[in-house]
């Protein structure tokens, strides 16, 4: 009898609770809509920065075009192909900055939201991004030939020869990147050794591996230097050769071993597979290719090769997938410190405003320096550098197929990484162990009150539960045996998270929730949106 009283009694606290949530929940929701205003405003001034940004194009008047404009960029485009007669330096000066307004339209594609480009646009852009890409192919096989021509000249060009190729290389390498794109969508199936380039991802530029005919030279008669002019350009030795019937030995053209120095930027936390593009299929393969080693501490790879062409080096795409854990703190005013850890690294970022950094990096838990640490950008620039250096703790829409995640339900994720960025001035929050017990329509994470910039050694966390439409503190702990959704004593169910902390976060808190800068709040919410820690970890 005691017993079934006692769960009267709770059942009736609860119904209390329930009613007293359900009274109060438009007043809080109708206050969390206006404190989520902050994400149109921040939206708001991102606009403004794009149109002073073309402004300022504008009125630079520097003869470059305007990417995003199709009879500019169609302009540029026809006349630098019709250009015939261009030095070696010439041609490096303009590839430098097609590579740049390569670049202005990738972010412009990445940057701008879905309702404000039209699918022609996106077509147009598109377009414009693989016509510059061919177009740079061809004049860096034309710099090439301006070289092999000038090798057999006096011995005092050979240090500017020397200086060139290798300013050829360095922007070839820049360049080639671009040269294949990646696949927008998943395959449905794959040829045998093709690459899923959904699985897996090109890190380090791409090698161009050939064997080139060395052109005609230059010859000295009298005062003149004459040179015959080759009307198809750069001509490739093919190897092994079409045609090998007067070749008796069985293995006259054996694979060709190469050595490649890998690039100082990029992290491979694996050895890195190589893969060659077949030019006939357009995509990436592994076949042709053997006797691959990889020596970490020289960065160098040496494998052998049966036919020359393009390679790049490949990288599981989810290999720091998923998390082990995550942890958002405060730093001061507008300042957060994200770190995430997976089996491999640990990745801290900071964000500040409206841009990122990455703070440091550490393997084997030992600190690895970076050309990107210090270096401030806006969010979807410094995603796009990191996934370029081999740290990728940014899941895609196909992620989910590759990884074995804590699936949630996508409405009540995007409203906790909302409502987590704005209570994350005052607030540091963690993974816990909990999210994974859940069903997929809540999501559990700890919490505490942070109000220096210091970390707090053996902070006091709470346990939060959070369905999309009502929050509560949990009774449990971390260290908990068993899990239960048992309400935490003498606290309440609120609609959202903001108004939950209210009951027990102090005045300086709650003051620093709400002076808080807009595009700090969208900064921190693009982060959280794009790692996904509630489902990847």
């Given at each position: 009898?005691?017993?079934?009283?006692?769960?009267?009694?709770?059942?009736?606290k609860?119904?209390?609770?329930e009613?007293?949530?359900?009274?109060?929940r438009n007043e809080?929701?109708?206050?969390l809509?206006l404190?989520?205003?902050?994400?149109?405003?921040?939206?708001?001034?991102k606009?403004?920065?794009r149109?002073?940004?073309?402004?300022?194009?504008?009125?630079?008047?520097?003869?470059?075009p305007?990417?995003?404009?199709?009879?500019?960029?169609?302009?540029?485009?026809?006349?630098?192909?019709e250009e015939?007669?261009?030095?070696?330096?010439?041609?490096i000066?303009?590839s430098?900055?097609?590579?740049?307004?390569?670049e202005?339209?990738k972010?412009i594609?990445?940057?701008?939201?879905?309702?404000?480009?039209?699918?022609?646009?996106i077509?147009?852009?598109q377009?414009?991004?693989l016509?510059?890409?061919?177009l740079l192919?061809?004049?860096?096989n034309?710099?090439?030939?301006?070289l092999?021509?000038s090798f057999?000249?006096?011995?005092?060009?050979?240090?500017?020869?020397?200086?060139?190729?290798?300013?050829?290389s360095e922007?070839?390498?820049?360049?080639?990147?671009?040269?294949?794109?990646?696949?927008?969508?998943?395959?449905?199936?794959?040829?045998?050794?093709?690459?899923d380039?959904?699985?897996?991802?090109t890190?380090?530029?791409?090698?161009?591996?050939?064997?080139?005919?060395?052109p005609?030279?230059?010859?000295?008669?009298?005062?003149w230097?004459?040179?015959?002019?080759?009307?198809?350009?750069?001509q490739?030795?093919?190897?092994?050769?079409?045609?090998?019937?007067?070749?008796?030995?069985?293995?006259?053209f054996?694979?060709?071993?190469?050595?490649?120095?890998?690039?100082?930027?990029v992290i491979f936390?694996?050895?890195?597979?190589?893969?060659r593009?077949?030019?006939e299929?357009?995509?990436?393969?592994?076949?042709?290719?053997?006797?691959?080693?990889?020596?970490?501490?020289?960065?160098?790879?040496?494998?052998?090769?049966?036919t020359f062409?393009p390679?790049t080096?490949?990288?599981?795409?989810?290999?720091?997938?998923?998390?082990?854990?995550?942890?958002?703190?405060?730093?001061?005013?507008?300042?957060?410190l994200?770190?995430?850890?997976?089996?491999?690294?640990?990745?801290?970022?900071?964000?500040?405003e409206?841009?990122?950094?990455?703070?440091s990096?550490?393997?084997?838990?030992?600190?690895?320096?970076?050309?990107?640490e210090?270096?401030?950008?806006?969010p979807?620039?410094?995603?796009?550098?990191?996934?370029?250096?081999?740290?990728n703790i940014?899941?895609?829409?196909?992620?989910?197929?590759?990884?074995?995640?804590?699936?949630?339900?996508?409405?009540?994720?995007?409203?906790?990484y909302?409502q987590?960025?704005?209570?994350?001035?005052?607030?540091?929050?963690?993974?816990?162990?909990?999210?994974?017990?859940?069903?997929?329509?809540?999501?559990?994470?700890?919490?505490?009150?942070?109000l220096?910039?210091?970390?707090?050694?053996?902070?006091?966390w709470?346990?939060l539960?959070?369905?999309?439409?009502?929050?509560?503190?949990?009774k449990?702990?971390e260290?908990?045996e068993?899990?239960?959704?048992?309400?935490?004593?003498?606290?309440?169910?609120?609609?959202?998270?903001?108004h939950?902390?209210?009951?027990?976060?102090?005045k300086?808190?709650?003051?620093k929730?709400?002076?808080s800068?807009?595009?700090f709040?969208?900064?921190?919410?693009?982060?959280?949106?794009?790692?996904?820690?509630?489902?990847?970890s």
């Amino acid at each position: 009898m005691e017993r079934l009283e006692l769960e009267r009694i709770e059942k009736e606290k609860w119904n209390q609770l329930e009613s007293k949530d359900l009274e109060r929940r438009n007043e809080e929701l109708e206050e969390l809509s206006l404190l989520e205003r902050c994400f149109p405003e921040a939206e708001k001034l991102k606009q403004d920065t794009r149109l002073l940004s073309q402004w300022k194009h504008y009125i630079q008047c520097d003869g470059s075009p305007d990417p995003s404009i199709a009879p500019e960029i169609n302009t540029f485009i026809s006349l630098w192909k019709e250009e015939t007669n261009e030095t070696f330096e010439e041609v490096i000066a303009k590839s430098k900055l097609v590579l740049n307004l390569i670049e202005k339209l990738k972010l412009i594609l990445l940057e701008m939201p879905p309702y404000y480009l039209e699918d022609k646009n996106i077509i147009q852009y598109q377009g414009s991004v693989l016509e510059m890409q061919e177009l740079l192919h061809l004049k860096f096989n034309i710099a090439t030939e301006i070289l092999l021509r000038s090798f057999v000249q006096e011995e005092s060009d050979a240090t500017k020869c020397e200086l060139e190729m290798k300013l050829l290389s360095e922007t070839v390498l820049s360049a080639q990147l671009l040269l294949i794109e990646n696949a927008t969508e998943k395959p449905t199936f794959f040829e045998d050794n093709e690459v899923d380039l959904c699985q897996f991802t090109t890190l380090g530029g791409v090698y161009h591996l050939d064997i080139l005919e060395l052109p005609p030279q230059y010859k000295p008669m009298k005062s003149w230097m004459i040179v015959e002019i080759l009307k198809e350009g750069l001509q490739k030795y093919i190897y092994p050769p079409e045609t090998t019937e007067d070749v008796e030995t069985e293995n006259a053209f054996p694979p060709i071993e190469v050595t490649l120095e890998v690039q100082e930027n990029v992290i491979f936390f694996e050895d890195p597979m190589v893969a060659r593009w077949d030019a006939e299929g357009k995509h990436w393969q592994t076949d042709g290719i053997s006797n691959v080693s990889y020596k970490s501490e020289e960065r160098l790879i040496t494998f052998s090769l049966e036919t020359f062409g393009p390679i790049t080096l490949i990288q599981d795409t989810h290999v720091n997938m998923p998390f082990q854990s995550w942890e958002l703190r405060p730093l001061g005013v507008n300042k957060v410190l994200l770190t995430v850890t997976t089996v491999f690294t640990e990745v801290q970022i900071q964000i500040k405003e409206d841009l990122c950094m990455l703070a440091s990096i550490k393997l084997s838990d030992k600190k690895h320096s970076s050309t990107l640490e210090g270096k401030w950008m806006t969010p979807i620039s410094f995603i796009f550098a990191l996934k370029e250096t081999g740290l990728n703790i940014f899941p895609s829409g196909h992620s989910h197929f590759y990884v074995i995640i804590n699936y949630k339900d996508p409405l009540v994720e995007l409203k906790a990484y909302r409502q987590l960025a704005l209570l994350s001035s005052a607030f540091a929050f963690g993974w816990s162990k909990w999210n994974a017990v859940c069903t997929s329509k809540k999501v559990i994470v700890k919490l505490s009150e942070h109000l220096t910039e210091e970390p707090i050694q053996n902070p006091n966390w709470t346990l939060l539960m959070f369905s999309g439409n009502r929050a509560q503190r949990l009774k449990i702990n971390e260290n908990s045996e068993t899990f239960s959704e048992a309400l935490k004593e003498e606290t309440e169910f609120h609609s959202t998270l903001y108004h939950m902390v209210k009951d027990f976060a102090s005045k300086e808190a709650m003051e620093k929730i709400r002076s808080s800068n807009c595009q700090f709040i969208d900064s921190v919410c693009y982060m959280l949106l794009s790692t996904r820690l509630l489902s990847y970890s």
